[in-house]
Structures are given as C-alpha cells and as structure tokens.
C-alpha cells in the first residue's frame, strides 16, 4: 500500500525546487525529506527525482505526483483533505487548442471555487500523440483527436478546429507561385516533427508532398510566420481573422478546409473540481469550434 506522506514528500520537493524549502513547508529537517524520497525510491524499485537543480521529476515520478493530485481532490470532495494548497491539474492540450480557445475555460469565473482555485501544469503536445501521456498516467486530462478512451478513462466530443493553407503574397511572389504543383518548391511551416497535419493535408487534396520544412514550435510564432513569408501552413479560422479578406494572406486551396476532431479524455474517478472544468472547457469549445457534425464541409 502506497506511503501517501512519501508521494507528499515528492510532490513538496518538486513544487518547492528543492529540498531545502521542501524541508520548511513540511516542518522536517532536510535530511528527514530526503530519507523520505530515498525510502519512496527503495519501495518502488526505481529513481522518482533527478537529482538536478532544481530536482525534478523522472517518468516514473511523473506518474506519481499524477496520483498525488487525484488523491488530493478526492479528498477535497469528501471534506478530509489535511493540506490547503492549491491543487494542480496537470493537462495535455494541442498548441493551437491553447493559443486560441482553451485559455478562457482556464480562467477563473464567478462562483466556482472548487475549479476557480485550481493550478495548471499544461503540457503542449500534438493532438494525435496527446492520449498517450493518458495512457502513461501522466495527466488528469487531455485534449487530442481521438475518440477511444483510454482503460479506466471517458471521453467526450468537444469540436472540430477548422484550419485553411495559406501563405503570404510575399511568399509566392518571391517563387512565381502559380498553382498547387507549385508548392513543393516552397518552404512549409510545422510546429514540430510530430506535427503531420499539413503532409496529410497536401497529400489529401494535391497529392503533394513539401520538400523544405520549417520547424516552428510556437502557434502564435507559427501565425507570426506565416505572416511574414517565412512559409505556408495551416492556420485555424479563430487565428485568421480578417486575413483572408483584407489579402494579407492567400487560400491556397480555397476548395478544401481540414477539420480536426478534438475530444476531452478524462479518468473515471472524477473529482467535483475535474467536472466542473470539464463543463467549462466543453462551453468554451462549443462557442469556438465547429460542430462534428459539419466535419468535412468546405466553407
């Protein structure tokens, strides 16, 4: 049976960055903290905390200061939690999810403490590879583009992000742009190597396939990109703005759009905290996504 003053020795040390301040927050000496972590690591059979300045935590700790939170506001929700901290919900999103919609779901609303009160560790993934840091243990939640749930987990549909391909006239005027088969020769913009939506995309509508990548791991940088002839690339309607219209940017395929699905993952032991967000983040997607059913449509 799990040692929970151990896993709250850990998640102190992690929070605090370090042992020393750890040590003042639980009123022990440093050495008891560290014996603690010591004797966390001899039970599990493995190192939980890098032993780094600040320390922090290994895969495995990961997975524990997971835990930590969940037991932490079950506890909270039967009225026998010891500790006032703050909770914190650690959340796997998609970059553009976060650079547009998801940050007022985040904010606090008016009449809702038990949500209003929580923290957040987001952690910024692709939405195709989001549900496996659900499956490791090492979110609360996630938003990403699949469907299954996950074992001991639910999942709900949220939206549908619309994105367009578009470039700058700069751009194509510096290569003589004149039509799809032209866009090989052009450099693309992608957020990271696991970024696959415009190499789908392409090969979906042209049969293309881009010969000379950007790495861009930022949306806002990626728009900002885009803007100034660094490449062409997918942008979601809620960052186009008046773009198109105004011409400071080009449709490119003007026929086409790509719809990605979005779906919240969350774990079945869901606390009055976790369901209060859950209803929130579902609210902030149905005002600023499209709706599954209009998947595919050109518009």
Not at 173 to 190: E, F, I, K, N, S
Not at 204 to 221: T, W
């Amino acid at each position: 049976m799990m040692d929970y003053r151990l896993l709250h020795a850990l998640a102190t040390v992690v929070s605090e960055q370090g042992f020393d301040k750890a040590a003042q927050q639980l009123y022990l000496t440093q050495s008891a903290v560290s014996r603690r972590i010591q004797q966390l690591e001899l039970q599990l059979g493995a190192p939980v905390l890098e032993r780094s300045q600040p320390p922090r935590p290994t895969p495995l700790g990961v997975k524990l200061l997971n835990h930590w939170q969940q037991v932490r506001q079950l506890e909270a929700a039967l009225g026998i939690a010891e500790s006032t901290q703050p909770l914190t919900v650690r959340l796997a999103t998609n970059a553009d999810s976060l650079a547009t919609w998801l940050a007022s779901a985040l904010a606090p609303a008016t009449g809702q403490a038990c949500v209003d009160d929580l923290l957040y560790e987001l952690v910024v993934v692709d939405q195709s590879i989001g549900l496996q840091r659900m499956k490791a243990g090492e979110v609360m939640a996630c938003i990403c583009d699949s469907p299954q749930p996950v074992v001991a987990g639910l999942v709900e549909p949220l939206g549908a992000m619309r994105y367009r391909l578009v470039a700058s006239p700069t751009l194509l005027a510096r290569y003589a742009y004149q039509g799809l088969t032209d866009l090989p020769q052009l450099p693309c913009l992608v957020y990271d190597r696991d970024d696959l939506l415009q190499h789908q995309f392409l090969q979906q509508v042209a049969g293309l396939k881009p010969q000379r990548v950007h790495l861009c791991p930022s949306s806002e940088g990626f728009r900002q990109a885009i803007h100034a002839g660094l490449g062409f690339g997918l942008l979601p309607d809620q960052q186009l703005g008046d773009a198109l219209r105004t011409g400071l940017l080009v449709d490119l395929t003007p026929e086409h759009v790509l719809d990605t699905p979005l779906y919240w993952h969350y774990w079945q032991t869901e606390s009055p905290a976790l369901h209060a967000l859950r209803l929130r983040v579902k609210a902030a997607a149905q005002r600023s996504l499209q709706p599954l059913d209009e998947l595919g449509k050109d518009a």
